[in-house]
């Protein structure tokens, strides 16, 4: 039973790498609403705008908090 904190500390690290993978998706995220609306006037950028970094801001902060507690 020598291998179980060790398979555990692969997960971990699986996750904390899922979770800077998802950083990234978010910040594509955020550039490509930042060209969007450059390109279609909608008359709500500024909504689009702030959900975009809103979620960028949420998944820096589970990342953080995956840190902490794993």
């Not at 971990?12 to 609403?33: D, E, G, N, S, T």
């Not at 390109?39 to 979620?55: D, N, P, R, S």
């Amino acid at each position: 039973m020598e291998f179980e904190p060790l398979i555990w500390d692969i997960a971990k690290l699986f996750f904390l790498f899922a979770y800077l993978v998802y950083i990234v998706f978010a910040v594509v995220a955020v550039r490509q609403v930042y060209l969007m609306t450059q390109t279609i006037q909608v008359g709500f950028e500024f909504v689009l705008k702030t959900i975009a970094w809103f979620h960028l801001f949420i998944s820096i902060a589970v990342l953080l908090y995956a840190f902490v507690t794993l």
